[in-house]
């Protein structure tokens, strides 16, 4: 248990449907990130937030759109996604003394 | 340059052997490089981390070396048991005002028989 939870672990979506990943982290820390792990590629950075504030978008598509409604809450709303878009969404935190904790991911399927 | 480059893409020793998983960087203004641990289903984990300012970091079974001149660090693992069978990935973080953005190698499958 790191301290970062997401839901749901699991998601299959059609790709006109309209959902949304959670990640809540009780840790205090005040940087949250989404990366996406796909087969036989590097983990990719999509965004990043400080003190609710998003500090970078890593030229992620439009049909990803994140949230911060608080320090504690980090959404991934998910729309009119691709088969390619399938793919591990991990969400992670970081501790001032630069340690990055990762959830244990969701699993996303678009079909 | 904000690649970071990670070889072997797979390993497989046996059990007791010393699997050794390299990785190579080119951003100077990186100032951390941890190493994460993946098990199947799992999220990354923090294994060890290293600064620049020291040549050698060891918890436990784990060892990293670091090379600042050549840009390179490995990870070690002594005695290498079945439970270390997992995926491995180097990271390199650059802190200043790029507000913790780790860099993560491609991942080594590493698999250890018993």
């Known amino acids: 248990e790191t301290g970062v939870t997401q839901t749901p672990r699991h998601l299959v979506m059609g790709m006109t449907n309209k959902k949304s990943l959670k990640c809540e982290q009780h840790?205090?820390?005040?940087?949250m990130y989404w990366y996406k792990q796909s087969a036989k590629k590097p983990l990719e950075l999509m965004f990043v937030?400080?003190?609710?504030?998003?500090?970078e978008n890593n030229s992620v598509p439009s049909r990803f759109s994140p949230e911060c409604p608080n320090s504690s809450h980090l959404f991934l709303h998910l729309h009119t996604l691709q088969p390619e878009d399938s793919a591990l969404y991990l969400c992670?935190?970081?501790?001032?003394?630069?340690?990055?904790?990762f959830g244990e991911g969701s699993w996303l399927t678009v079909v | 340059q904000q690649q970071v480059k990670q070889s072997p893409q797979s390993l497989i020793v046996q059990k007791g052997g010393i699997p050794i998983i390299n990785c190579a960087y080119e951003?100077?203004?990186?100032?951390?490089f941890p190493w994460y641990q993946q098990f199947p289903g799992k999220g990354p984990a923090l294994l060890i981390a290293?600064?620049?300012?020291?040549s050698e970091k060891k918890e436990g079974r784990f060892t990293i070396s670091f090379n600042k001149s050549a840009k390179q660090f490995s990870l070690h693992i002594m005695d290498s048991q079945p439970g270390d069978s997992a995926t491995y990935f180097c990271?390199?973080?650059?802190?200043?005002?790029?507000?913790?953005?780790?860099?993560f190698g491609q991942g080594t499958i590493l698999t250890v028989h018993p």
């Open positions: 840790l205090g820390h005040n940087a």
């Open positions: 990271a390199a973080y650059a802190g200043g005002t790029s507000y913790g953005k780790l860099t």
């Open positions: 290293i600064r620049p300012d020291v």
């Open positions: 951003n100077t203004a990186f100032d951390y």
């Open positions: 992670a935190t970081r501790h001032p003394g630069n340690t990055i904790y």
């Open positions: 937030y400080n003190f609710k504030e998003q500090t």
